[in-house]
């Protein structure tokens, strides 16, 4: 499956993005999709999953109660609706995706990876 991340941009503090990652090229409903960022100068950390379905979602404790991971498989798309942004939160973001049935918040358990797209949130 491949994968096309967009969305992001400038933004300031308390603000809101949405981003998106359109897949392509097999069936979207059979992967688990997650996003990932990395910050400057910092490993890659999870920040959401969502299941097939998209019944159940996963949340890194940082991001809890502002950012909302989604799906519309009909799109093939999955989304990161981004509310309440803080400087901290500025990143590269990726989308990425794994065959299966159990979530993983861990980057080495996905086969599949958008090019990332770029958040800066200013203070």
């Known amino acids: 499956v491949q994968l096309q991340a967009s969305g992001g941009g400038l933004v300031q503090a308390g603000g809101s993005l949405r981003l998106s990652c359109a897949a392509s090229?097999?069936?979207?409903?059979?992967?688990?999709m997650a996003w990932f960022r990395q910050a400057p100068g910092k490993e890659r950390e999870f920040v959401a999953a969502?299941?097939?379905?998209?019944?159940?979602?996963y949340y890194a404790d940082s991001v809890k109660g502002r950012l909302t991971i989604s799906r519309d498989n009909a799109k093939n798309t999955v989304y990161l609706q981004m509310n309440t942004l803080k400087p901290e939160d500025t990143a590269a973001y990726y989308c990425?995706?794994?065959?299966?049935?159990?979530?993983?918040?861990?980057?080495?358990?996905?086969?599949?990876w958008g090019q990332g797209t770029l958040v800066t949130v200013s203070s």
């Open positions: 969502i299941s097939r379905s998209g019944d159940n979602t």
């Open positions: 990425a995706a794994r065959q299966g049935t159990v979530v993983f918040s861990t980057q080495g358990n996905y086969d599949y």
């Open positions: 090229g097999r069936t979207f409903s059979n992967y688990i």
